[in-house]
Nanobody, 116 residues
Framework: QGQLVESGGGLVQAGGSLRLSCAASGMIFSMNTMGWYRQAPGKQRDLVAAITSGGGTKYADSVKGRFTISRDNTKNTVYLQMNSLKPEDTGVYYC??????????WGQGTQVTVSS
């Protein structure tokens, strides 16, 4: 059974940086599209960034130019480098693994709080 474990969240001042990591196990990591999602209080979970098995990337308009998603298939890990953080980036960040053949897996989430 696939498992995802996020780390790297925390409290940071506006303008600061954080790097989130998501370690995967129990799946063929390299064949999954990996995504980072954000859920702010009282709001739905939205896609922040995604990276396909081939390395193609997609970003929400609100984070383009500030966030970078990457993956290391040798470590079964996906990263989200977040720079120039804004208070509106605050929320719980979830890692998701997606593959048509095996379905979706989700991590437990990591809190990111950006103070103004």
């Amino acid at each position: 059974q696939g498992q995802l474990v996020e780390s790297g969240g925390g409290l940071v001042q506006a303008g600061g940086s954080l790097r989130l990591s998501c370690a995967a196990s129990g799946m063929i990591f390299s064949m999954n599209t990996m995504g980072w999602y954000r859920q702010a209080p009282g709001k739905q979970r939205d896609l922040v960034a995604a990276i396909t098995s081939g390395g193609g990337t997609k970003y929400a308009d609100s984070v383009k130019g500030r966030f970078t998603i990457s993956r290391d298939n040798t470590k079964n890990t996906v990263y989200l480098q977040m720079n120039s953080l804004k208070p509106e980036d605050t929320g719980v960040y979830y890692c998701g693994a997606h593959r048509v053949l095996t379905g979706d897996y989700w991590g437990q989430g990591t809190q990111v709080t950006v103070s103004s």
